[in-house]
Antibody, heavy 124, light 112 residues
């Protein structure tokens, strides 16, 4: 079955850019009918949707993060990536990648599977 | 403030029934978007527990059930077990936020 694995630096300095990659195994990011998503969770807090990318490259971002977020896909490596610019301490969180499957004519469905998550700390 | 509202905590004794509510608005649940539920055990990633309001993925016990009505949804757990102690999140989409994904703030279930 499809598995997702996040990777990237665990420490980022304030004002710099956070970059994470999600590697997909057991499936292809090129397969139609899926959104590839990023979600984050600050310690002790709830889940926050960051955005997603469709296999065609179409993206949708959280309005609160849109000015700082870029999600891209690399089909040759079967990966998709997150870049979050001008980070502050408020961006410290566990970052998850997840897949959304289009179902019954809708692509506004559930997140499954999820990666295990990776902690990113913003500090100098 | 989360777009979807959940109680911060619920509790129940083993064997009892608990429900977790998820309240939205006419721009998300009330707009026709389905509600999905996740269970997050301590230190682990969220796991899909219920999809499309009331459907259980393979492997989820039938002690878990879900429903949706109007601008709200709920998750019910019967025959509470110690292993059910976890955080539970509801999720949908919001048309006023360019169809962004939205989550509830999460509910901590304590098995007494």
């Amino acid at each position: 079955q499809v598995q997702l694995q996040e990777s990237g630096p665990g420490l980022v300095k304030p004002s710099e850019t956070l970059s994470l990659t999600c590697t997909v195994s057991g499936g292809s990011v090129s397969s139609g009918g899926y959104f590839w998503s990023w979600i984050r969770q600050p310690a002790g807090k709830g889940l926050e949707w960051i955005g997603h990318i469709y296999t065609s490259g179409t993206t949708n971002y959280s309005p609160s993060l849109k000015s700082r977020v870029t999600i891209s896909v690399d089909t040759s490596k079967n990966q998709f990536s997150l870049r979050l610019s001008s980070v502050t301490a408020a961006d410290t969180a566990v970052y998850y990648c997840a897949r959304v499957a289009c179902s019954g004519g809708s692509c506004y469905t559930w997140f499954d599977p999820w990666g295990q998550g990776t902690l990113v700390t913003v500090a100098s | 403030q989360s777009v979807l509202t959940q109680p911060p905590s619920v509790s129940g004794a083993p064997g009892q029934r608990v429900t977790i509510s998820c309240t939205g608005s006419n721009s998300n649940i009330g707009a026709g978007y389905d509600v999905h539920w996740y269970q997050q055990l301590p230190g682990t990633a969220p796991k899909l527990l219920m999809y499309d309001n009331s459907n259980r993925p393979s492997g989820v016990p039938d002690r878990f059930s879900g429903s949706k009505s109007g601008t709200s949804a709920s998750l019910a757990i019967t025959g509470l077990q110690a292993e059910d102690e976890a955080d539970y999140y509801c999720q949908s989409y919001d048309i006023s936020l360019t169809s962004s994904g939205v989550f509830g703030g999460g509910t901590k279930l304590t098995v007494l």
